[in-house]
């Protein structure tokens, strides 16, 4: 599935959060400048990105000062070259000072994250494979990380604990069998999907002999993927997860698995280079 734009209410509440983080009782350093200054400044990208978190950088501003301006010169999604003007944004000084990290942090973040989005869907261009994320997120970014996902072009595994079920190997020993746990599951999540991780072929065959409708393949070799592929033979939806870099994910893709899970697409992020400048 591919999350949209969480809504206003939620984007605020986040927004909120990280304010009082930042700002807390008071911008201290506000004070230098003249509480009626007006300024107009630029954000500039410094390298090549996916850029993502518009919202969430518009309200950083209007939460601080409702008259703040954002101009945007381009939209989440866009594919960026160096030295792009991204936005133009009018208002107090102070302002507009308070929330420069913040609003920054943000961005810088969740263009990360969508750039790294971007490199594993054009590695697979043409496969047909989708590229998942994780619950492998920053704390407190989840929704923030599964949107810019897709802004990359990629797809989301499951939100949370709470919109489907993947059965891991320790529910599994918990449970006592693949099929007791697949049971169990059924009884309790009837109206989300379950998914079954298996460590083996053996285990695939146990869990499709249970009537497992998707299953995670975790760290199977790529020959071991190739006979998956055969041994499932369409009757359940396969993802390989486990071990896959930039360097692997294409091969992966032509085993002939439906999904790729990628970790590293929300945890393995460098923030972009961004400016943000006075004009």
């Known amino acids: 599935m591919r999350s949209g734009l969480p809504t206003a209410e939620v984007i605020a509440r986040q927004v909120r959060l990280c304010l009082e983080e930042d700002v807390g009782s008071g911008d201290l350093t506000a004070g230098l400048i003249d509480a009626d200054a007006f300024s107009q400044v630029e954000v500039i990208c410094r390298e090549a990105a996916v850029i993502c978190g518009c919202a ?4 950083v501003f209007h939460q601080l000062d409702r008259d703040i ?4 010169l381009i939209s989440d999604g866009t594919l960026v070259t160096p030295g792009t003007l991204l936005c133009r944004i009018n208002g107090n ?3 507009l000072l308070s929330g420069e990290r913040t609003a920054l942090n943000y961005l810088q973040t969740l263009s ?3 750039t790294g989005a971007r490199r594993y869907a054009d590695a697979v261009e043409g496969t047909g494979v989708r590229i998942l994320d994780t619950r492998k997120t920053l704390p407190g970014l989840r929704l923030q990380q599964k949107y810019a996902v897709t802004c990359g072009g990629c797809y989301n595994h499951r939100i949370g604990l709470y919109d489907a079920i993947l059965i891991k190997e320790n529910h599994i020993q918990a449970a006592g069998s693949i099929a007791a746990a697949l049971r169990a599951a059924q009884a309790v999540g009837r109206d989300v999907e379950i998914e079954i991780e298996v460590e083996n072929l053996a285990g695939l065959e146990q869990a499709l002999a249970a009537g497992a409708r998707r299953v995670l393949l975790d760290n199977f070799s790529r020959d071991q993927l190739c006979q998956a592929v055969t041994l499932n033979a369409g009757r359940a939806r396969l993802e390989a997860s486990g071990g896959v870099t930039l360097e692997n994910i294409r091969r992966i893709a032509e085993t002939g698995v439906d999904d790729i ?3 590293a697409v929300t945890k393995d992020i460098a923030a972009v280079d961004l400016s943000m400048r006075f004009v």
């Open 69 to 72: 301006r954002v101009e945007w």
């Open 112 to 114: 990360a994250t969508a």
């Open 56 to 59: 969430w950088f518009d309200e």
């Open 261 to 263: 899970s990628v970790g």
């Open 93 to 95: 000084t102070r302002a």
